[in-house]
DNA sequence: CGGCATCCTTGGAGATACTG
DNA sequence: CAGTATCTCCAAGGATGCCG
């Protein structure tokens, strides 16, 4: 795949630009849930709808940290917030389609993880 | 494993620890290779063995960069790397077992890429 | 060609405190 | 309980330059 023309002349390492964008759907993927959080998080809504303080001690995350990835799957369309304005308040989050297709991803992670992971002595 | 005693006066957010270190495989499998980077490059080397500058020109990371994900991936067992000091040196990265088992989290993700990705409007 | 050393910018993420 | 607002810190990562 000659898609670098060597006739470039200017070919400086910001030259690159965004041809990298699109190169797989891998890669795009991986630019929308390549965090730790997002993964984290979605993978711990495999189980079923959560509410904040929940997901706040499964995961470990901040109320910061975890409010603005929720804020940004939610965005994304990976997630769905409900919100009971009954007695104090309690918001649940589920994984919405898009978020339970990534559901084959977690478990080949699980599976790679439980193959790997005990041998290579964290 | 109630290492969270909610009998705890002191619930500060710094409590959590790292109870979340092996809450599951999938957890640990992220933060070995929950980066961007990480994934992208691993990715790019199922195609096969792949010289530095070719992974600099198909993943458009930097020298400074996929140098240094690339030597992180060595030490954790990911890859393997063979230098061949002939005329101007020239080393080939190639998947190792461990990495080669991570296909089908791309599979996976690949996959949800296909379906997901394009109408999500990026 | 491969890749390390340096500088510098950004944002991811924790701690803490405060509100509806 | 469910966030939001700040402040701060540090690692990820890009640009450049240089060297074997």
Redesign the pocket.
């Known amino acids: 795949m000659a898609t670098q023309p060597p006739s470039a002349d200017t070919e400086?390492?910001?030259?690159?630009e965004q041809q990298n964008a699109d190169v797989c759907t891998v890669v795009g993927a991986v630019e929308e849930v390549g965090?730790?959080?997002?993964l984290v998080i979605l993978n711990d809504l495999r189980d079923g709808e959560k509410?904040?303080?929940?997901l706040?001690r499964s995961t470990?995350?901040?109320?910061?940290?975890?409010?603005?990835?929720?804020?940004?799957l939610e965005e994304n369309g990976f997630i769905d917030?409900r919100?009971e304005l009954e007695?104090?308040?309690?918001?649940?989050?589920i994984l919405t389609e898009k978020g339970s297709a990534l559901c084959p991803v977690f478990d080949a992670l699980d599976e790679w993880g439980a193959d790997w992971l005990e041998s290579t002595g964290e």
């Open positions: 400086k390492e910001s030259d690159v965090s730790k959080w997002k509410r904040f303080n929940e706040k470990g995350a901040s109320s910061y940290t975890l409010s603005r990835v929720l804020d940004g917030n919100k007695s104090p308040v309690a918001s649940y989050y």
